[in-house]
Nanobody, 119 residues
Framework: VQLVESGGGLVQPGGSLRLSCAAS????????MSWYQQAPGKERELVAR????????NYADSVKGRFTISRDNAKNMVYLQMNSLKPEDTAVYYCLAKPGTGWRGYDIWGQGTQVTVSS
């Protein structure tokens, strides 16, 4: 059972990155998937969430209109497209799998991927 994030890196302000999270070892479609960010010295915060079968999404106010979360249940993948990046988006980004409504299980975290927005 694991989540593996990839796609982080160094990007200039205004640039874009696409994060990926590969899931394995559990029934992916039964889990709601989320991306969290944790900046140095700060708590981990929710960035975006997408439900399992329905694909309903919600976003933190700070990223609305700039970030898009999506998932491919056939490939057991979740993505975070990040556009118009700002220095304040600099953080480690984590993928979280949480059992969807009506399903039993436990939360699964990935190891994180670093995103740095700087000129």
């Amino acid at each position: 059972v694991q989540l593996v994030e990839s796609g982080g890196g160094l990007v200039q302000p205004g640039g874009s990155l696409r994060l990926s999270c590969a899931a394995s070892g559990f029934t992916f479609s039964r889990y709601d998937m989320s991306w969290y960010q944790q900046a140095p010295g700060k708590e981990r915060e929710l960035v975006a969430r997408i439900t399992g079968p329905g694909g309903e999404t919600n976003y933190a106010d700070s990223v609305k209109g700039r970030f898009t979360i999506s998932r491919d249940n056939a490939k057991n993948m979740v993505y975070l497209q990040m556009n118009s990046l700002k220095p304040e988006d600099t953080a480690v980004y984590y993928c979280l799998a949480k059992p969807g409504t009506g399903w039993r299980g436990y939360d699964i975290w990935g190891q994180g991927t670093q995103v740095t927005v700087s000129s």
